[in-house]
């Protein structure tokens, strides 16, 4: 099998745990800042939850997190914490209050979770949790979700809004993997080639992230590497799915925060330009031939821009 591993960077653990005094005033809760302690986890909870798609290729994958103990001063005391992993009751809430994708647990031979309990020594805020997917295991059509939880955190206060890592694996077919080929153009228009400012780079594997069962997202490597949206259809399932209506589109809201400042204008949105045929939204195509499908052709003011998507 191969085996993909994800780690959080120490640097980001750190940056992670000099942000818990914004934590600590939570609004919500008592100001633990003036005297009191909170355990959470500082990327979890669902303010977060997109970052807790488990999105990477391979067959086996490997996701480190960190658990926390927020407060005024480093405890000097040590702090036991325990953790509930795969509730039911976790996942039924989530998707009572979250309908838009309907998860199921992740079955049980598809992951291992052995750390039920972690003790972090006085003078010590964190400690490093692990958690292993075998994502052949899981079918790649449904969605998944597997909860892990802070029960108990002794005697400290359990945050209420980050007392809870929600790893999930959205059944998007279209998501993973992809190398991603850059052209851009000095001018708006590709016609005129490579006497105005022609420029191919190979930006190497990048991550197509699943938003919905049938929308993921993928970033342009123009200017400030703004997402395309990629919405489509599905007629059936398994092997014999077919696929249509493909709409690939840069939002309004990611104009507004990639382009204006720069002072960019986005001329056209993006379209398809396979190489490998002519694309027509009304055609069922089968998963192979929607492969082909991702390459996307935008223009601004100034700039023609084609980012090709080739799957891993």
Same mark, same amino acid.
């Given at each position: 099998m191969k085996k993909k591993i994800i780690l959080i960077p120490t640097i980001l653990l750190s940056a992670a745990v000099l942000s818990l005094s914004s934590c600590l005033k939570d609004s919500r809760y008592v100001d633990f800042s003036k005297g009191g302690s909170i355990v959470e986890f500082p990327t979890g909870g669902q303010v977060n939850f997109s970052g807790d798609a488990v999105t990477a290729s391979g067959d086996t994958i490997v996701q480190q997190f960190a658990v926390t103990v927020a407060s005024p001063t480093v405890p000097t005391t040590a702090t036991t914490v325990t953790f509930s992993v795969d509730d039911p009751a976790v996942?039924?809430?989530?998707? /009572?209050?979250? %309908?838009?994708?309907?998860?199921l647990p992740v079955p049980a031979n598809a992951y291992v979770y052995t750390q039920t309990s972690v003790t972090i020594p006085g003078g010590q805020r964190?400690? #490093? /949790?692990?958690?292993?997917f075998y994502k052949n295991l899981l079918d790649a059509s449904k969605s998944y979700m597997l909860p892990i939880a802070?029960?108990?955190?002794?005697? /400290?206060? #359990?945050?209420?809004?980050?007392? #809870?890592?929600? &790893? *999930?694996? #959205?059944?998007?077919? &279209?998501?993973?993997?992809?190398? *991603?080929?850059?052209?851009?153009?000095s001018v708006a228009d590709t016609t005129v080639?490579?006497?105005?400012?022609?420029? *191919?780079?190979?930006e190497g594997a990048i991550t197509a992230s699943p938003i919905t069962p049938t929308e993921f997202v993928v970033n342009s490597s123009y200017y400030t590497g703004i997402p395309m949206h990629v919405t489509f259809t599905k007629t059936g399932t398994g092997a014999t799915a077919t696929y249509s209506n493909f709409n690939v589109f840069i939002t309004a809201a990611d104009i507004a925060n990639y382009f204006t400042p720069g002072g960019v204008v986005l001329a056209t949105q993006p379209t398809i330009r396979s190489l490998h045929f002519n694309?027509? %939204?009304?055609?069922?195509?089968?998963?192979?031939?929607?492969?082909?499908? &991702?390459? &996307?052709?935008?223009?601004?003011?100034?700039r023609a821009v084609i980012d090709d998507y080739v799957h891993l």
């Amino acid at each position: 099998m191969k085996k993909k591993i994800i780690l959080i960077p120490t640097i980001l653990l750190s940056a992670a745990v000099l942000s818990l005094s914004s934590c600590l005033k939570d609004s919500r809760y008592v100001d633990f800042s003036k005297g009191g302690s909170i355990v959470e986890f500082p990327t979890g909870g669902q303010v977060n939850f997109s970052g807790d798609a488990v999105t990477a290729s391979g067959d086996t994958i490997v996701q480190q997190f960190a658990v926390t103990v927020a407060s005024p001063t480093v405890p000097t005391t040590a702090t036991t914490v325990t953790f509930s992993v795969d509730d039911p009751a976790v996942v039924t809430a989530y998707v /009572l209050a979250n %309908p838009a994708v309907s998860y199921l647990p992740v079955p049980a031979n598809a992951y291992v979770y052995t750390q039920t309990s972690v003790t972090i020594p006085g003078g010590q805020r964190s400690a #490093i /949790l692990t958690v292993t997917f075998y994502k052949n295991l899981l079918d790649a059509s449904k969605s998944y979700m597997l909860p892990i939880a802070i029960k108990s955190a002794g005697g /400290l206060n #359990i945050s209420g809004n980050m007392g #809870i890592h929600y &790893f *999930h694996f #959205i059944g998007n077919d &279209f998501a993973g993997a992809y190398e *991603h080929y850059f052209d851009r153009w000095s001018v708006a228009d590709t016609t005129v080639a490579s006497q105005h400012g022609y420029n *191919h780079v190979d930006e190497g594997a990048i991550t197509a992230s699943p938003i919905t069962p049938t929308e993921f997202v993928v970033n342009s490597s123009y200017y400030t590497g703004i997402p395309m949206h990629v919405t489509f259809t599905k007629t059936g399932t398994g092997a014999t799915a077919t696929y249509s209506n493909f709409n690939v589109f840069i939002t309004a809201a990611d104009i507004a925060n990639y382009f204006t400042p720069g002072g960019v204008v986005l001329a056209t949105q993006p379209t398809i330009r396979s190489l490998h045929f002519n694309y027509d %939204p009304n055609q069922q195509y089968t998963y192979a031939q929607s492969l082909l499908l &991702f390459r &996307f052709y935008y223009t601004t003011a100034s700039r023609a821009v084609i980012d090709d998507y080739v799957h891993l």
